[in-house]
Structure formats: structure tokens, C-alpha cells
């Protein structure tokens, strides 16, 4: 397509502005995404999350293939692992009171905020691009009585509508590989007070494989993203001013996901491309926590 009208664009998904072209077709896709991988999962409690999972798989609760309710376990395992990982994000922002703000940046249907909220009792702000996500997190806040406290927007995270260091702490989950580290980085550091912390989980290419493998460029198109490198979040962290306290590996926590997602039936086609990169190393899942200083 060429002459893209970016001001038509923008009125039609209701971008928040300063927003790019790419921008728009990152909230066009949300917009429309409907998945059943994740709505079915979120159905099981009400968490509805856009992020993948980690730990072993209780092949108790799982049952045997073929019985009836195979399907059903199949999913409500598949959600525990992605509560799982919330739960190790959380685990990471360090002591939180419940006086604080916490910010969730790139929140999807705000699964992760919820889950936040229910164990520190704080306020939490979520900002998607995604009209349609966001209404979707705060009808969720509404229907738990807690949108007092859980709030999302429609912004773009580059640009977040809060003042210097209101936040005790803030992350990313899965969403940092839809745009420049540099320019994330910076927005977190201004958002948060001196001695907060900043946690992302992510995909990340590994250096050591060399450059990004034909699996990660899969996963790029797929998912319309650019994954970065694990030295790229290393150094855009330390640039500004903010020095990792954690470097967690997940990916041989994060397999087990992939492998039982792949024998369901709501494979979506791209999980060959994760179990692939992640055995042969070019590519890795990982929680990185940081102190703003
Ligand atoms: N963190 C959520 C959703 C991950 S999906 C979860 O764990 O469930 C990726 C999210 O990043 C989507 O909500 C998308 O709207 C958001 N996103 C991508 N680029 C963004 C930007 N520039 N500003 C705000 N949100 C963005």
C-alpha cells in the first residue's frame, strides 16, 4: 500500500498521537485480535493475559489425552503457566506498599495488572495502544470492583501521561519488542522514582548465536515486532540509568509451554518457530529486573 493518509489512519483506530504509521498498524492488529488461545485461557478464572507460560506441567491435573475433559484441563493448564510467569514478574518488582503506582506498560486485556493489584493492593495504571484492550481491562476493573485502583489507557508508552518519578515501579511484559529500547528506556527512567525498579520478560535473540535466526525473523513477522538482542537490552538499560539487579534465563522454564500449546488445538502456527529457536539457542525468554538510580 503506498500513500498511507496517516491522519485517516489515525481516526480510524483512535491513536492516541504522537503516533507513528507502524504504530497504527500495531493497534489495528490488537484491535482485531481475538484469538482463542486467548480468550479461552483467560476465561478459565478471568485473568486474561497476551503472554506466554513457565513451569513444569502437572501431568496429574492434565489427565489422559483422549479422555473427554482432555481439552478443557488442557487449557486450564496452559493459564496456569501464564499466571505463573505474572507471578515471577511480580515477584521481582521488590517490596511495594500499597500507597504506590505501579505502571504496566503495554497492558493487553490487563491480566497482569489485576494480578498486581491483588497482591500489593496499590493503584496500577496499564497503557496499550488498543482501544479495544483497553476498554476490555478496565470493564474487567469494573466487574471486580476495583477500578478505583486498576486503570488502563489508550497511550503509547513512549509517551506515558505520568508525571517524573510517580512510579514505584513499572514493566513490560512482552511488549518492549514493539519499539525502540533507547526511547523505552528513557520514558521508564523518567516515570520512576529514584530506587524503583523496572522488570521486563521478553524474547530476545542471543549474540551468541550471531545474529537473529530465520525462527526470530518468523516470530518478527508473525507478530508484526523486532525483537532485539540480549546485548541490546543490556545496553539501552545501562544508558538510562537503569542497572539490572536480575537476569533471569526462563527458556527452559518457558519449553514445557510451548510444547503442550503445540499438541492443542489452538495451535496458531507459530509455535514451531519458538520451540525451534529456543533448542537451537538464538533465542532466549528473559526476566530482566533493574533499579532506576
Ligand atoms: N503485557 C500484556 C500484553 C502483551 S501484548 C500481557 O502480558 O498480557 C503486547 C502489548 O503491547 C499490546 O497491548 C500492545 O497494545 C502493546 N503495545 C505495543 N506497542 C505499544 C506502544 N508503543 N505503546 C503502548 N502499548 C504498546
Known amino acids: ?60 491435573a492434565l489427565g489422559e489425552p483422549g479422555a473427554a475433559d482432555y481439552e478443557t484441563r488442557l487449557i486450564a493448564e496452559l493459564h496456569r503457566l501464564e499466571s505463573a510467569q ?4 511480580l515477584d521481582h518488582l521488590g517490596p511495594i ?11 493487553g486485556r490487563g491480566g497482569s495488572m489485576v494480578m ?11 497503557v496499550t495502544l488498543s482501544v479495544k484492550q483497553a476498554d476490555f481491562a478496565n470493564n474487567r476493573a469494573r466487574e471486580l470492583g476495583i477500578e478505583n485502583a486498576v486503570q488502563a489507557r489508550v497511550c503509547n508508552m513512549l509517551d506515558m501521561p505520568f508525571t517524573s518519578g510517580q512510579a514505584a515501579a513499572s514493566w513490560n511484559n512482552e511488549s518492549s519488542m514493539y519499539v525502540d529500547l533507547h526511547d523505552l528506556f528513557a520514558e521508564h527512567a523518567r516515570i520512576l522514582a ?16 550471531g545474529q537473529p535466526s530465520k525462527w526470530v525473523s518468523q516470530i518478527n513477522a508473525h507478530f508484526e515486532c523486532n525483537i532485539h538482542s540480549r546485548r541490546e537490552y543490556m545496553r539501552a ?17 518457558t519449553l514445557p509451554y510451548w510444547e503442550l500449546r503445540a ?31
Open 116 to 126: 498486581a493489584h491483588q497482591r500489593f493492593g496499590c493503584s496500577v495504571e496499564g
Open 194 to 209: 529514584t530506587g524503583g525498579r523496572y522488570v521486563t520478560i521478553t524474547g530476545c535473540w542471543n549474540p551468541i548465536y
Open 263 to 293: 499438541t492443542s488445538s489452538l495451535v496458531t502456527g507459530i509455535e514451531e518457530a519458538f520451540i525451534n529457536s529456543y533448542k537451537d539457542g538464538s533465542f532466549q525468554y528473559l526476566l530482566i529486573a533493574a533499579d532506576r538510580v
Open 1 to 60: 500500500m503506498s500513500d498511507i493518509d496517516v491522519t485517516t489512519l489515525r481516526d480510524a483506530v483512535a491513536l492516541p498521537t504522537p503516533a507513528t504509521p507502524y504504530q497504527g498498524d500495531i493497534a489495528r492488529y490488537w484491535n482485531h485480535e481475538a484469538r482463542p488461545v486467548n480468550l479461552r485461557l483467560g476465561d478459565v478464572d478471568g485473568l486474561y493475559h497476551h503472554h506466554y507460560g513457565i513451569g513444569d506441567i502437572d501431568h496429574g
Open 237 to 253: 538499560l545501562a544508558d538510562n540509568r537503569l542497572v539490572p539487579q536480575a537476569v533471569v534465563d526462563l527458556t527452559a522454564a
Open 86 to 89: 505474572t507471578n515471577v514478574l
Open 97 to 107: 506498599k500499597q500507597d504506590d503506582t505501579l505502571v504496566d506498560a503495554g497492558c
